[in-house]
């Protein structure tokens, strides 16, 4: 019985070797003799040239005044920018809404009194009104612009290096529709 399934195997492989494709053997060996892969050279590598490093008159990038924040005690002191601000104003100004971030005001409203607009603000349970030139926020917020869907300000930030810079911010009026009170 071996025999015959040996038998059998060797007589299909056989039949299999047969030279019934011999014309697309030969087609594809026509075709693909004039075939080449075109591969582009590498480009000339050129020498290595070093470049000088000079330090001189560069700012060290790892000075500790460059990484770490300036202390509250040192923030008055010495450099600072043109727009440092003046600590001790805002000590003698003693205004409630510079004791808040901005983010916990809220307006609530506008009024125009005596040909001068004027904001409602809100904070906690306060409601206070300012006019143009008035101080809020924990940034020397300066109200610069009062209309009556904003308040725009001009604060006075710091950077970890202790220079002070300006940024421009809004207060935007709120309305009653979305609060549950």
């Known amino acids: 019985m071996n025999r015959l399934i040996l038998f059998t195997l060797c007589a299909a492989l056989g039949a ?3 030279s019934e494709h ?15 892969g075109n591969i582009a050279k590498l ?3 050129l020498p290595y040239q070093p470049v000088p490093y000079e330090v001189e008159g560069v700012l060290d990038p790892f000075k500790a005044s460059k ?29 409630m809404l510079e004791k808040y971030p901005l983010e916990s005001l809220k307006m609530i409203g506008y009024l125009y ?9 809100q904070v906690e349970d306060k409601v206070k009104q300012i006019k143009v030139g ?3 926020g924990l940034d020397f917020g300066m109200v610069t612009k009062i209309s009556d869907k904003d308040v725009e300000l001009r604060e006075l930030i710091q950077d970890s290096a202790g220079d ?16 549950k009170k």
């Open 113 to 121: 009194v005596n040909n001068r607009p004027m904001a409602v603000v």
């Open 164 to 179: 002070w810079s300006e940024r421009k911010s809004s207060l935007y009026l709120q309305s009653k529709e979305g609060s």
């Open 16 to 18: 299999c070797s047969g």
């Open 67 to 95: 990484i770490e924040p300036e202390s509250k005690s040192r923030q008055g002191a010495g450099k600072g920018g043109a727009f440092q601000p003046d600590f001790e104003a805002r000590e003698l100004r003693n205004s």
């Open 43 to 45: 480009p000339e590598v």
């Open 134 to 136: 008035d101080y809020i």
């Open 22 to 36: 011999e014309d697309l053997k030969q087609w594809m060996a026509d075709n693909s003799k004039d075939l080449r």
